[in-house]
Protein backbone atom coordinates (compact mmCIF):
# COMPACT_ATOMS: atom_id res chain seq x y z
CA UNK A 1 0.00 0.00 0.00
CA UNK A 2 3.18 2.56 0.38
CA UNK A 3 3.38 2.94 -3.62
CA UNK A 4 -0.71 3.67 -3.58
CA UNK A 5 -0.06 6.01 -0.45
CA UNK A 6 3.11 7.95 -2.11
CA UNK A 7 0.93 7.90 -5.39
CA UNK A 8 -1.30 9.64 -3.61
CA UNK A 9 1.01 12.08 -1.44
CA UNK A 10 2.56 13.38 -4.97
CA UNK A 11 -0.84 13.55 -6.58
CA UNK A 12 -2.35 16.02 -3.51
CA UNK A 13 1.43 17.96 -4.17
CA UNK A 14 0.70 18.18 -7.56
CA UNK A 15 -3.02 19.53 -7.66
CA UNK A 16 -1.88 22.09 -4.79
CA UNK A 17 1.10 23.05 -7.25
CA UNK A 18 -0.69 23.86 -10.03
CA UNK A 19 -4.18 23.58 -9.04
CA UNK A 20 -7.06 23.35 -12.13
CA UNK A 21 -10.40 25.08 -12.16
CA UNK A 22 -8.97 28.77 -10.84
CA UNK A 23 -10.51 31.73 -12.48
CA UNK A 24 -13.24 34.14 -11.83
CA UNK A 25 -16.23 32.19 -9.57
CA UNK A 26 -18.42 35.67 -9.93
CA UNK A 27 -18.55 34.91 -13.70
CA UNK A 28 -20.46 32.03 -13.23
CA UNK A 29 -24.24 32.24 -12.92
CA UNK A 30 -23.98 30.63 -9.31
CA UNK A 31 -21.15 31.07 -6.90
CA UNK A 32 -20.69 30.34 -2.94
CA UNK A 33 -18.07 31.25 -0.73
CA UNK A 34 -16.79 28.42 1.99
CA UNK A 35 -14.71 29.40 5.24
CA UNK A 36 -12.98 26.88 7.18
CA UNK A 37 -11.83 28.81 10.42
CA UNK A 38 -10.06 26.14 11.87
CA UNK A 39 -7.55 25.95 9.25
CA UNK A 40 -7.82 29.10 7.93
CA UNK A 41 -8.72 27.50 4.31
CA UNK A 42 -11.17 29.57 2.10
CA UNK A 43 -12.72 28.54 -1.75
CA UNK A 44 -15.50 30.70 -3.44
CA UNK A 45 -16.51 28.41 -5.96
CA UNK A 46 -18.78 29.33 -9.05
CA UNK A 47 -20.29 27.27 -11.48
CA UNK A 48 -22.54 27.16 -14.18
CA UNK A 49 -25.27 24.85 -15.35
CA UNK A 50 -26.64 24.52 -18.69
CA UNK A 51 -30.38 24.11 -19.84
CA UNK A 52 -29.71 20.28 -20.40
CA UNK A 53 -28.25 20.26 -16.16
CA UNK A 54 -24.68 20.12 -16.76
CA UNK A 55 -21.83 21.89 -15.36
CA UNK A 56 -21.28 24.12 -18.61
CA UNK A 57 -18.19 25.67 -16.60
CA UNK A 58 -16.66 25.88 -13.33
CA UNK A 59 -14.13 28.10 -11.68
CA UNK A 60 -12.98 29.00 -8.56
CA UNK A 61 -10.69 31.17 -6.05
CA UNK A 62 -9.11 30.70 -2.52
CA UNK A 63 -6.11 30.60 -0.75
CA UNK A 64 -5.43 27.71 1.99
CA UNK A 65 -3.53 24.90 2.95
CA UNK A 66 -2.40 21.98 0.54
CA UNK A 67 -5.03 19.71 1.14
CA UNK A 68 -8.15 22.06 0.97
CA UNK A 69 -6.56 23.53 -2.68
CA UNK A 70 -5.60 20.04 -3.94
CA UNK A 71 -9.30 18.60 -3.54
CA UNK A 72 -10.62 21.46 -5.06
CA UNK A 73 -8.88 21.31 -7.82
CA UNK A 74 -9.06 17.46 -8.22
CA UNK A 75 -13.03 18.40 -7.87
CA UNK A 76 -12.71 20.50 -10.96
CA UNK A 77 -11.15 18.18 -13.34
CA UNK A 78 -13.65 15.13 -12.11
CA UNK A 79 -16.93 17.56 -12.08
CA UNK A 80 -16.20 19.94 -14.94
CA UNK A 81 -19.08 18.59 -17.61
CA UNK A 82 -20.88 16.49 -15.61
CA UNK A 83 -24.68 16.75 -14.88
CA UNK A 84 -26.21 18.10 -12.06
CA UNK A 85 -27.54 14.98 -10.39
CA UNK A 86 -23.79 13.23 -11.03
CA UNK A 87 -21.71 16.06 -9.33
CA UNK A 88 -24.53 15.89 -6.66
CA UNK A 89 -23.61 11.84 -6.42
CA UNK A 90 -19.99 12.01 -6.19
CA UNK A 91 -19.80 15.09 -4.06
CA UNK A 92 -22.15 12.46 -1.46
CA UNK A 93 -19.43 9.53 -2.64
CA UNK A 94 -16.63 12.14 -1.45
CA UNK A 95 -18.65 13.22 2.04
CA UNK A 96 -19.11 9.50 3.05
CA UNK A 97 -15.36 8.48 1.70
CA UNK A 98 -14.11 10.73 4.38
CA UNK A 99 -16.98 10.95 7.01
CA UNK A 100 -16.34 6.98 6.74
CA UNK A 101 -12.72 8.02 8.44
CA UNK A 102 -11.30 5.48 5.51
CA UNK A 103 -13.68 2.32 6.11
CA UNK A 104 -15.77 3.08 3.07
CA UNK A 105 -13.68 2.28 0.23
CA UNK A 106 -13.59 5.26 -2.10
CA UNK A 107 -16.35 4.36 -5.49
CA UNK A 108 -14.32 4.01 -8.91
CA UNK A 109 -16.27 6.98 -10.15
CA UNK A 110 -14.52 9.24 -7.86
CA UNK A 111 -11.27 8.88 -9.80
CA UNK A 112 -8.42 11.10 -8.61
CA UNK A 113 -10.47 12.36 -5.63
CA UNK A 114 -9.66 8.94 -4.11
CA UNK A 115 -6.43 10.24 -3.26
CA UNK A 116 -7.64 12.08 -0.17
CA UNK A 117 -9.17 8.94 1.65
CA UNK A 118 -5.89 8.98 3.70
CA UNK A 119 -6.85 12.20 4.68
CA UNK A 120 -10.07 10.90 6.68
CA UNK A 121 -7.84 9.68 9.86
CA UNK A 122 -7.43 13.02 10.28
CA UNK A 123 -10.33 14.28 11.35
CA UNK A 124 -9.28 18.11 11.77
CA UNK A 125 -8.30 17.87 7.91
CA UNK A 126 -11.89 16.36 6.33
CA UNK A 127 -12.75 20.41 6.45
CA UNK A 128 -10.13 21.41 4.32
CA UNK A 129 -10.85 18.31 1.77
CA UNK A 130 -14.45 18.95 1.70
CA UNK A 131 -14.21 22.90 0.79
CA UNK A 132 -14.73 22.98 -2.42
CA UNK A 133 -17.22 20.43 -2.93
CA UNK A 134 -19.37 22.01 -0.27
CA UNK A 135 -19.30 24.95 -2.33
CA UNK A 136 -20.06 23.46 -5.51
CA UNK A 137 -23.34 21.79 -3.88
CA UNK A 138 -24.63 25.12 -2.87
CA UNK A 139 -24.11 26.29 -6.17
CA UNK A 140 -25.81 23.41 -7.93
CA UNK A 141 -28.72 23.44 -4.94
CA UNK A 142 -29.36 27.21 -5.88
CA UNK A 143 -28.66 26.32 -9.66
CA UNK A 144 -31.71 23.45 -9.32
CA UNK A 145 -33.96 26.15 -7.33
CA UNK A 146 -34.19 28.42 -10.10
ZN1 LIG B 1 -6.94 23.31 5.53
Known amino acids: ?19 QGKGDPQAEAHSHHELNPSCGDEITMGATVDEDGAIASLHWEGQGCSISMASA ?24 MLRSRGSV ?42
Not at 78 to 95: C, N, T, V, Y
Request: charged share 30%.
Open 73 to 96: SVMSDLLAGASRDEALARIDEFRE
Open 1 to 19: MSGLDDLYRELILDHSRDP
Open 105 to 146: EPSERLEDAAAFQGVAKYVMRIKCAMLGWVALEACLMESAAT
